[in-house]
């Protein structure tokens, strides 16, 4: 009973999932706040089932240990970005949808969750220290990752972007692997401080792990039905509104961060930035690896090109954001105020996106 209870939040989801397919006709026709009223509620079942998948995560990394931890982790947690994508993509024809929601979440994930995490940290303990090798091997890919993925594309020609896709998938999907391995094994330890101190996800139960895994499975099965019930909201929603063309990406980015957002603000609380800074760049750097190839994959198979080249001020922001990132994490502490300037660039990114210039 104690588990059953436990996981009531998936259950209203899939009442609120029924409840939105039976309504969905009837809103759309009546639209206005009607409309925007189902969708903040199909929003909030999503996020809510995206924690619990999270939690299911994290029991099971924390039984199975590493390197299966970290790779149930970041696949569960991409994952539900993935599916919301896909289903996001069947919608009404959005080219540059998967460039801006892999935008979105590195905004979310560097500034959004370490700026917010560092001036936690550093209000309650001043300098909070990590690992610096962590962030150099954060950063060094993460470099590499996106120039491959979002800013070589803007120089492939019509004529050969399937010769370049095929190349990006079969390189990011190497480049995963290898740091993959790096981080649990050869370099462990980079990602790893000596004052840290482990902690047990919540469980208590013990129950079996086919029983997670079945919750997770069954979870991110959800969150896709879940989402077409957003896109087509969405869609309705936006068509011949001045609202801005990026909320889509935004709310993915959202969902997926969301649950990330109150980890890293916890482990914060606890003096604990080694968490935050493999949650903050960790995150970046598997949405950008294991989310692009998946999209670039589906445009090969479609023979659509997915819009991957930024546009010069998303490329502005993630030039800033970088420079912000490495002159911050490069002593193995941080504070308050290195926060502030990586909230702030956040701030910028909500404005822009407010003025629908991004």
């Known amino acids: 009973m104690k588990y059953l209870k436990s996981e009531i939040p998936i259950a209203i989801a899939f009442v609120i999932l029924i409840l939105g397919y039976t309504l969905e006709h009837a809103v759309l026709k009546q639209g206005g706040m009607t ?3 189902l969708l903040l509620v199909i929003l909030t079942a999503i996020i809510t089932v995206a924690f619990r998948i999270a939690h299911h995560a994290e029991v099971l990394a924390l039984r199975f240990g590493e390197p299966y931890g970290t790779l149930i982790l970041t696949l569960a947690a991409v994952s539900v970005e993935v599916v919301i994508l896909v289903v996001l993509l069947h919608g009404e024809p959005n080219p540059t949808l998967a460039r801006d929601t892999v935008f979105a979440a590195v905004m979310f994930d560097i500034n959004g969750i370490l700026g917010l995490a560092a001036i936690v940290g550093g209000l309650k303990h001043g300098n909070t220290k990590y690992n610096v090798d962590s962030s150099n091997s954060f950063i060094a890919m993460l470099l590499v990752a996106i120039g491959i993925g979002m800013f070589i594309p803007d120089f492939v020609p019509e004529s050969q972007w399937q010769i370049y896709s095929v190349f990006s998938v079969g ?3 190497i480049m995963y692997l290898a740091f993959l391995r790096l981080q649990t094994v050869e370099h462990r330890r980079f990602f790893e401080y000596s004052e840290d101190i482990d902690e047990e996800a919540h469980d208590i ?10 919750v997770m499975v069954g979870a991110i099965i959800l969150v896709g039905l879940l989402s077409e019930i957003l896109s087509v909201l969405l869609d309705t929603g936006l068509s011949g509104s001045n609202l801005p063309k ?3 990406a935004v709310l993915v980015a959202l969902i997926s961060a969301s649950p990330e957002i109150l980890t890293a603000l916890k482990a ?3 003096d604990r930035m080694q968490t935050t800074v493999n949650i903050a760049l960790g995150a970046s750097l598997a949405t950008v690896l294991l989310t692009l190839p998946v999209i670039e994959t589906i ?3 479609n023979g659509e090109r997915i819009v991957m080249a930024l ?6 922001m993630l030039l800033l954001t970088f420079l912000t990132v490495m002159n911050n994490l490069h002593d193995g502490e941080t504070n308050a105020i290195e926060g502030i300037s990586h909230f702030a660039l956040f701030a910028a990114f909500i404005a822009l996106v407010a003025m629908g210039l991004i």
Do not use: D, F, K
């Open 35 to 37: 409309l925007w009223s």
């Open 246 to 248: 990026a909320i889509p």
């Open 171 to 173: 390189i990011m999907a």
């Open 311 to 316: 546009t010069p001020i998303q490329a502005g």
């Open 205 to 214: 139960l013990h129950s079996p792990n086919a029983l997670h895994i079945g």
């Open 268 to 270: 914060a609380q606890r």
């Open 299 to 301: 445009a090969l198979i």
